[in-house]
C-alpha cells in the first residue's frame, strides 16, 4: 500500500512538472506532407518497428503473432536481408532502437491490455548471424509501479511501443490506453543489460487529449545531436535543446500530418531532419514506407552540411554532383521526377548517366557522411 502511495505520488508531481513546461514554453506547430518512397513488399504486412544501418538499408519487422524474423529493405522496397531471431518467439514486437556499436534492440513490450508478465527487450547485432541465422540476448523487465495485471482501467499506461537508446540505457514511452483517457505517456529507464532488469518511472508528458494526438507509436533519439521525435498517429513530435536525457526539458515542435497516412507504427532518423516511417497494411497488402524532411520547417539545417557547396552540372548527358567544388562518392543519390516519382537510384557515386531520362524537372536527394543535400535541376534536350 506505501509503495502504491508513493508511486501516485510521483506520478502527480510528474504530471504537475510536464504540465508547467507546457504552460510555459509553448508549442511550435507545422503542417507536414509526407513523402511516399514505396510500397513495401508483401512480407511486410505488418511493420512495426524501423532501424536505419544506412539510407538504404533499414531493419524492420512484423507485429505479434508474425515470424520472429527481422528484414532488412532498401528504398526500392526490395527485402536485401532476412534474419531469424532463433531462441525468441515474437509476442508482440512493437519498435527497434539500435546503438552505436551497431546492436539492435527488438522490444516485445506490446503490452494492449496492460497483462503481461513477460515483457522484454532482445539484443542482437546482425554481424554475428551465421546463414540467416542469430541467436538473442534479453533483457527481461518489470514496471517498478505496476502491482496489477491488468490495473484499472484509469491506470492502463503500460503498454510500450517506442524505445530508444543512449547511453546504455534504453527508454521506454507508454502508449496511453487509460479509460477515461488522460493524455499522458509516460517515460521509464531501463539498463540496456542482458538479465532481470526494473524499469523505472522517470519522467511523463501530455501528448493531447485524444488517442489519435497522444498514443506513441514509435520514438527515434539522435543521439550525436541530441533530438528526440516521437510518433503517433497523426503527429510527429520533436524534442529539441535539452540537457542530458531529459527529453521533455527541451524545446518541443509538433509537425502535424496535412493528410491521414495510414497506420503508422515506425520513425527512426536518417539525417538531422529527415525521417523514414512505415505504415502497417492490410490481409491483402502491405503499407508504406514514407519520408518527412523537416529542415524547410525548422530553420535548422543538418550539423554540418553544406549550404552552399553541394553544387550539380550536366555535361555530355552525365550528371556530377560536388561538394565545395570537390568530386566525392555519395552513399546514395536518388532522382525522382517533379510529381515525387522515384525514377532513379544509384550507390557510391559522384555521376549519373542521364541516357533515357525525358525532358522536364528532375529532383535530386544525395547523402553523404549521415547529411542530405538537395537540389531541383531541369533536363533539356
Same mark, same amino acid.
Given at each position: 500500500?506505501?509503495?502504491?502511495?508513493?508511486?501516485? *505520488? !510521483?506520478?502527480?508531481?510528474?504530471?504537475?512538472?510536464?504540465?508547467?513546461?507546457?504552460?510555459?514554453?509553448?508549442?511550435?506547430?507545422?503542417?507536414?506532407?509526407?513523402?511516399?518512397? *514505396?510500397?513495401?513488399?508483401?512480407?511486410?504486412?505488418?511493420?512495426?518497428?524501423?532501424?536505419?544501418?544506412?539510407?538504404?538499408?533499414?531493419?524492420?519487422?512484423?507485429?505479434?503473432?508474425?515470424?520472429?524474423?527481422?528484414?532488412?529493405?532498401?528504398?526500392?522496397?526490395?527485402?536485401?536481408?532476412?534474419?531469424?531471431? =532463433?531462441?525468441?518467439?515474437?509476442?508482440?514486437?512493437?519498435?527497434?532502437?539500435?546503438? $552505436?556499436?551497431?546492436?539492435?534492440?527488438?522490444?516485445?513490450?506490446?503490452?494492449?491490455?496492460?497483462?503481461?508478465?513477460?515483457?522484454?527487450?532482445?539484443?542482437? =547485432?546482425?554481424?554475428?548471424?551465421?546463414?540467416?541465422?542469430?541467436?538473442?540476448?534479453?533483457?527481461? @523487465?518489470?514496471?517498478?509501479?505496476?502491482?496489477?495485471?491488468?490495473?484499472?482501467?484509469?491506470?492502463?499506461?503500460?503498454?510500450?511501443?517506442?524505445?530508444?537508446?543512449?547511453?546504455?540505457?534504453?527508454?521506454?514511452?507508454?502508449? =496511453?490506453?487509460?479509460?477515461?483517457?488522460?493524455?499522458?505517456?509516460? !517515460?521509464?529507464?531501463?539498463?540496456?543489460?542482458?538479465?532481470?532488469?526494473?524499469?523505472?518511472?522517470?519522467?511523463?508528458?501530455?501528448?493531447?487529449?485524444?488517442?489519435?494526438?497522444?498514443?506513441?507509436?514509435?520514438?527515434? !533519439? =539522435?543521439?550525436?545531436?541530441?533530438?528526440?521525435?516521437?510518433?503517433?498517429?497523426?503527429?510527429?513530435?520533436?524534442?529539441?535543446?535539452?540537457?542530458?536525457?531529459? @527529453? @521533455?526539458? +527541451?524545446?518541443?515542435?509538433?509537425?502535424?500530418?496535412?493528410?491521414?497516412?495510414?497506420?503508422?507504427?515506425?520513425?527512426?532518423?536518417?539525417?538531422?531532419?529527415?525521417?523514414?516511417?512505415?505504415?502497417?497494411?492490410?490481409?491483402?497488402?502491405?503499407?508504406?514506407?514514407?519520408?518527412?524532411?523537416?529542415?524547410? !520547417?525548422?530553420?535548422?539545417?543538418?550539423?554540418?552540411?553544406?549550404?552552399?557547396?553541394?553544387? $550539380?552540372?550536366?555535361?555530355?548527358? *552525365?550528371?556530377?554532383?560536388?561538394?565545395?567544388?570537390?568530386?566525392?562518392?555519395?552513399?546514395?543519390?536518388?532522382?525522382?521526377?517533379?510529381? +515525387?516519382?522515384?525514377?532513379?537510384?544509384?550507390?557510391?557515386?559522384?555521376?549519373?548517366?542521364?541516357?533515357?531520362?525525358?525532358?522536364?524537372?528532375?529532383?535530386?536527394?544525395?547523402?553523404?557522411?549521415?547529411?542530405?543535400?538537395?537540389?531541383?535541376?531541369?533536363?533539356?534536350?
Amino acid at each position: 500500500m506505501q509503495k502504491e502511495f508513493w508511486t501516485f *505520488v !510521483l506520478t502527480f508531481l510528474l504530471t504537475l512538472n510536464v504540465f508547467n513546461l507546457a504552460a510555459q514554453k509553448g508549442v511550435t506547430e507545422y503542417s507536414i506532407d509526407l513523402r511516399t518512397i *514505396v510500397r513495401l513488399p508483401l512480407q511486410l504486412k505488418e511493420s512495426s518497428g524501423i532501424a536505419i544501418e544506412n539510407p538504404n538499408k533499414i531493419w524492420t519487422h512484423n507485429d505479434s503473432g508474425n515470424t520472429n524474423e527481422l528484414f532488412a529493405i532498401d528504398t526500392l522496397g526490395e527485402i536485401v536481408k532476412t534474419l531469424k531471431i =532463433n531462441n525468441i518467439d515474437n509476442i508482440d514486437w512493437e519498435d527497434l532502437a539500435m546503438d $552505436t556499436e551497431g546492436n539492435i534492440y527488438v522490444n516485445d513490450a506490446g503490452n494492449n491490455d496492460n497483462d503481461r508478465k513477460n515483457l522484454a527487450i532482445h539484443v542482437i =547485432n546482425p554481424v554475428h548471424e551465421t546463414g540467416g541465422v542469430i541467436e538473442a540476448q534479453s533483457i527481461n @523487465f518489470t514496471f517498478e509501479d505496476q502491482t496489477a495485471f491488468p490495473p484499472p482501467n484509469a491506470n492502463k499506461n503500460f503498454d510500450i511501443e517506442a524505445i530508444v537508446w543512449a547511453n546504455d540505457t534504453l527508454f521506454l514511452f507508454t502508449k =496511453n490506453r487509460s479509460n477515461p483517457f488522460n493524455g499522458y505517456s509516460k !517515460l521509464y529507464r531501463l539498463p540496456a543489460q542482458p538479465g532481470n532488469q526494473i524499469a523505472r518511472l522517470s519522467d511523463s508528458v501530455f501528448l493531447g487529449s485524444s488517442t489519435s494526438e497522444a498514443r506513441v507509436t514509435a520514438a527515434t !533519439l =539522435n543521439v550525436a545531436n541530441s533530438v528526440l521525435a516521437l510518433l503517433t498517429s497523426n503527429k510527429i513530435i520533436v524534442f529539441r535543446n535539452f540537457s542530458g536525457t531529459n @527529453f @521533455f526539458s +527541451g524545446q518541443s515542435t509538433v509537425y502535424r500530418f496535412s493528410a491521414q497516412p495510414g497506420q503508422v507504427e515506425a520513425i527512426d532518423h536518417v539525417t538531422d531532419n529527415t525521417y523514414y516511417i512505415t505504415s502497417e497494411g492490410s490481409n491483402s497488402q502491405a503499407g508504406f514506407l514514407y519520408e518527412a524532411d523537416l529542415t524547410g !520547417l525548422t530553420g535548422i539545417w543538418p550539423k554540418n552540411e553544406h549550404r552552399i557547396g553541394f553544387s $550539380t552540372e550536366i555535361r555530355d548527358d *552525365v550528371l556530377y554532383l560536388k561538394l565545395d567544388d570537390q568530386y566525392v562518392n555519395f552513399e546514395l543519390i536518388q532522382l525522382f521526377s517533379l510529381s +515525387g516519382v522515384r525514377i532513379g537510384h544509384y550507390e557510391t557515386v559522384n555521376s549519373i548517366p542521364l541516357y533515357g531520362f525525358n525532358t522536364g524537372i528532375l529532383i535530386i536527394n544525395a547523402y553523404y557522411r549521415g547529411n542530405k543535400h538537395s537540389q531541383t535541376i531541369r533536363l533539356l534536350r
